[in-house]
């Protein structure tokens, strides 16, 4: 057994967490699995699952911790399986009123577009056609070194300028 420390979970800081579940499980389809309400302080934590039941990460909320503004930790990425799954998340999440910072794009045979949640936080949107952005995991949940995907360099920008 390695003494190295295994990953547990992100945490996403939110000021409302009803209106951030809200997003997360209405609008993106992730699985709240419980998660700990603590009185003192006034502390809740939700984790979340993707569609496979696999524990993603949690939404936490502090009345006693101010929560900061806009992509402060970094942007969540997600992959939809088609183009038309893509195109019609982009739309169900417009029109339940939420921004999108960047719109529907294509950048070569990748489409994406960009979220904001309740808090500001981006929440990136990815259709690769020929199947999801991340290889497969072995049976043991591990990846192969040197198989992860990359991205060409200067290929990313500055989406929000």
């Known amino acids: 057994m390695s003494s190295s420390?295994?990953?547990?979970?992100?945490?996403i800081p939110v000021s409302d967490l009803e209106?951030?579940?809200?997003?997360?499980?209405?609008?993106?389809?992730?699985?709240?699995?419980?998660?700990l309400d603590i009185d003192e302080p006034d502390f809740t934590e939700v984790f979340l699952a993707d569609s496979t039941g696999r524990p993603c990460f949690t939404v936490q909320c502090c009345a006693e911790t101010p929560v900061p503004r806009g992509p402060a930790w970094g942007i969540l990425a997600l992959a939809v399986p088609s183009a038309e799954a893509l195109a019609e998340l982009a739309a169900k999440i417009e029109a339940a009123g939420y921004r999108l910072p960047a719109p529907?794009?294509?950048?070569?045979?990748m489409q994406y577009f960009f979220a904001a949640d309740p808090d500001?936080?981006?929440?990136?949107?990815?259709?690769?056609p020929g199947g999801a952005a991340m290889p497969e995991p072995a049976a043991d949940g591990s990846y192969e070194l040197g198989k992860l995907p990359t991205v060409p360099p200067g290929i990313l920008g500055n989406t929000f300028g």
């Open 104 to 109: 529907l794009t294509s950048l070569g045979p």
């Open 19 to 35: 209106a951030s579940l809200a997003f997360y499980t209405e609008m993106l389809g992730f699985i709240p699995l419980g998660g």
């Open 120 to 128: 500001g936080y981006l929440v990136e949107v990815v259709h690769q």
């Open 5 to 11: 420390p295994v990953f547990l979970t992100s945490r």
